[in-house]
């Protein structure tokens, strides 16, 4: 029951944080926009961002262990807290130095907290279940956040015309609710087990064919999902000719509709045969995304990114959830964070592609993520076969030598 209620805790404050990211980062291309930044310009600050989420997932997986985390994320949740406020502050001053920084580090917390939160969960409990609850609650409560700016956007309440920066500023409020959950989290300081990793993080990876394997996949996967829908506001208001309004209910109804097939996915729909869940997933988008680029039309472009945005949560179990809990518990942290650094760098590279396609038309940006995506699909069906069919570890004769040397010492 205590194990429970830790991870309802953080799941509590994952629901709060996902309301403000979901409000804030579904208008910041458009806040972006209106504060006279083009698409490019866009995608770029976007990608630098990327980056520097890199850079810091990188300090953490080095510095921070599992009994300093909740200490770190209480730290960082803070640094979000007044960036945001700075935002809101600067907007309309045409202050494009600063906005960019705090665009960066607005970008980076978000992926600091929401890549510590699972290891976090796995101080308690960890298995395939729990991975997916982690995904769904991100998911659910981020669609959430996007219904509230949907349902507000362009109104008057009580007597305050909702704009792009009053959506921020109700975004802090859903953020100081994420606060004070981590803050009424108890120590994790406590930890009586944390041991120190036989060997690198690198090394690790390198001699498990099954996770080199898999981080490939989460790269290339990253990059092509980002190459295809990575300004989907600015796609959907300039290409499509969505009011803001009209933009933030699309994805919001498509968002709650993933969200109840990734819970159906997880309970009944996921076939026995692991080829098939990837087919449905993948297969089926990257056809879509080759008659795009072969027709250039925009009813089935519409198709496109709704099934793309449709299918997203399903099968998270599956395509994710088996290599990370695969994972030894001294090598959790820092494989996770290995494994963001891995798809965001992929993310990074593809908003730069997609920031570069936007401006020659949509067939180019799903032309070029279908391109990435045959890559993508070989490694995922590879990945299964090696599931299906594995062999001598090396990493575990690595591991049992160590212990041995322990044994004698």
Not at 63 to 82: A, E, N, Y
Not at 140 to 149: E, H
Not at 223 to 241: D, I, R, S, V
């Amino acid at each position: 029951m205590k194990k429970l209620k830790h991870e309802n805790q953080i799941l509590g404050m994952l629901a709060f944080l996902s309301l403000s990211i979901g409000l804030w980062e579904n208008f910041r291309q458009l806040w972006l926009e209106d504060n006279g930044f083009s698409a490019l310009q866009i995608s770029q600050i976007t990608s630098i961002g990327t980056f520097a989420s890199v850079l810091g997932i990188m300090f953490v997986s080095q510095k921070i262990t599992l009994d300093k985390l909740k200490g770190f994320m209480s730290f960082v949740i803070v640094i979000k807290f007044f960036n945001l406020v700075n935002l809101f502050y600067l907007n309309g001053t045409m202050q494009n130095a600063l906005i960019n920084s705090a665009i960066v580090i607005d970008i980076m917390t978000s992926y600091l907290i929401i890549t510590s939160v699972y290891p976090l969960i796995t101080i308690f409990v960890k298995n395939n279940t729990v991975y997916s609850k982690r995904k769904l609650t991100e998911y659910l409560f981020r669609d959430v956040g996007i219904l509230v700016g949907g349902f507000l956007i362009g109104k008057s309440v009580v007597g305050v015309f909702v704009t792009y920066n009053v959506c921020l500023y109700i975004s802090i409020i859903f953020l100081v609710g994420a606060m004070l959950m981590m803050f009424g989290m108890k120590s994790c300081a406590t930890i009586s087990e944390n041991p120190k990793p036989a060997i690198s993080m690198i090394q690790y990876v390198a001699k498990n064919n099954l996770l080199k394997t898999y981080c490939i996949y989460s790269f290339i996967g990253a990059m092509a999902m980002a190459t295809g829908l990575g300004l989907k506001m600015l796609t959907l208001t300039n290409y499509f000719h969505f009011s803001e309004s009209i933009a933030t209910n699309y994805l919001v109804v498509i968002g709650l509709v993933c969200d109840l097939i990734g819970v159906l996915a997880l309970k009944y729909l996921t076939p026995k045969n692991d080829y098939v869940t990837i087919t449905i997933k993948f297969g089926i988008r990257f056809l879509l995304y080759t008659v795009v680029f072969m027709t250039d039309n925009l009813f089935v472009t519409g198709i496109a990114i709704t099934w793309s945005l449709l299918i997203g949560a399903a099968y998270e179990n599956v395509c994710d959830g088996y290599y990370i809990n695969s994972v030894e518990n001294e090598y959790q942290l820092t494989f996770t964070n290995f494994r963001y650094i891995i798809k965001y760098v992929g993310e990074a590279i593809g908003l730069v592609f997609c920031g570069l396609m936007y401006g020659k038309g949509l067939k180019y940006m799903f032309g070029l993520s279908a391109f990435f995506m045959i890559f993508q699909i070989s490694l995922a069906y590879k990945l299964i076969y090696m599931r299906q069919h594995p062999k001598t570890n090396v990493l575990e004769k690595i591991q049992k030598c160590h212990k041995k040397k322990e044994e004698t010492v």
